[in-house]
């Protein structure tokens, strides 16, 4: 089985610069999640999604920070501008379903470390 | 509030049994899962909790009590490869019954020969 697919995985730009990350789940993983883990923190929630509609956001800087999953299978995260603290690894994450029943774990992708200079 | 503690650092020799704590206070409270996360790499499962108890599955084991909101995870038999990070994470719910995982900061586990 195919795990979570992202990329780029490495990425590195300027301050006041854009970026998008891209996230391919597991194929028939109706939830997805993107995480922002900062270096030394336990990974932090900035969105979920299931099947393409939004279920949680509400730690998603959006000002800055944009999510979409418009067919409700991959997705793409931006970042416009990028600030100097937004230099972390982006995760992104499946699951079979968000719903409450059942140990339902995420599968999570490599990742996208992001250097903001 | 939500807040889960775990300590930052831990060290233990190869082959010996090492306990990794977690406190947890969420609002909401539907299970708690174990991660292990090497340097540089995506967090993967290790154990799920739901119900009070130990759960027990090859080297790794996985407590619950809900009353005292603590759990731990015990490695036995320490190998070098166990060198990564732990990360605690609760799962509270969201409105309208959606699955939401709060993280802990990680225990950075270094074995030694």
């Known amino acids: 089985e195919a795990g979570v697919a992202q990329s780029p995985r490495y990425k590195i730009i300027e301050k006041r610069q854009s970026v998008a990350f891209w996230c391919n789940p597991i194929?028939?993983?109706?939830?997805l999640y993107w995480y922002q883990q900062i270096l030394g923190q336990g990974p932090k929630l900035l969105i979920q999604?299931?099947?393409?509609?939004?279920?949680?956001d509400s730690q998603l800087p959006k000002d800055r920070f944009s999510a979409e999953r418009l067919k409700g299978v991959d997705s793409t995260l931006k970042i416009q501008p990028a600030k100097l603290e937004d230099s972390a690894v982006y995760l992104c994450a499946s699951s079979l379903i968000g719903l409450r029943q059942g140990p339902y774990e995420q599968y999570f992708g490599p990742g996208t470390r992001l250097t903001v200079t | 509030g939500q807040n889960i503690d775990q300590p930052t650092e831990m060290t233990a020799t190869e082959g010996a049994i090492v306990q990794i704590n977690c406190t947890y206070q969420?609002?909401?409270?539907?299970?708690l899962f174990w991660y292990q996360q090497h340097a540089g790499e995506a967090p993967t499962f290790l154990s799920y909790n739901v119900l009070d108890g130990l759960e027990e599955k090859g080297r790794f084991s996985s407590f619950l009590s809900r009353s005292k909101g603590y759990s731990y995870l015990l490695l036995k038999e320490l190998q070098m490869k166990d060198s990564a990070s732990y990360l605690c994470?609760?799962?509270?719910?969201?409105?309208?019954?959606?699955?939401?995982?709060?993280f802990g900061a990680g225990t950075r586990l270094a074995v030694h020969p």
């Open positions: 969420t609002s909401g409270f539907n299970g």
């Open positions: 999604f299931q099947n393409n509609g939004v279920v949680d």
């Open positions: 194929s028939g993983h109706a939830t």
């Open positions: 994470a609760v799962r509270g719910t969201l409105f309208g019954g959606y699955n939401k995982l709060i």
